[in-house]
């Protein structure tokens, strides 16, 4: 999960598209929320949305879905 977070926080475009995507639907597993919190998705994601990048709306649906 952690090099995950990070290639959407330092990947490109693309990139992030995927990881998110990817983040996603790990994210259906309860399960995995706690790892995808540890790896510090929260404040990446937070930043994407604010920042307004093309992956924001996607961002927030993963932070929705994490119920945070």
């Known amino acids: 999960m952690f090099p995950l977070v990070k290639l959407i926080e330092e990947g490109g475009n693309r990139a992030a598209e995927a990881g998110l995507a990817i983040l996603y639907n790990l994210?259906?597993?309860?399960?995995?929320?706690?790892?995808?919190?540890?790896?510090?998705?929260?404040?990446?994601?937070?930043?994407?949305?604010?920042?307004?990048?093309?992956?924001?709306?996607r961002a927030l649906r993963l932070l929705r879905k994490l119920s945070i």
């Open 27 to 57: 994210s259906m597993d309860i399960d995995n929320h706690p790892v995808i919190l540890a790896a510090g998705a929260v404040s990446i994601l937070g930043r994407i949305v604010l920042s307004e990048r093309s992956q924001w709306i």
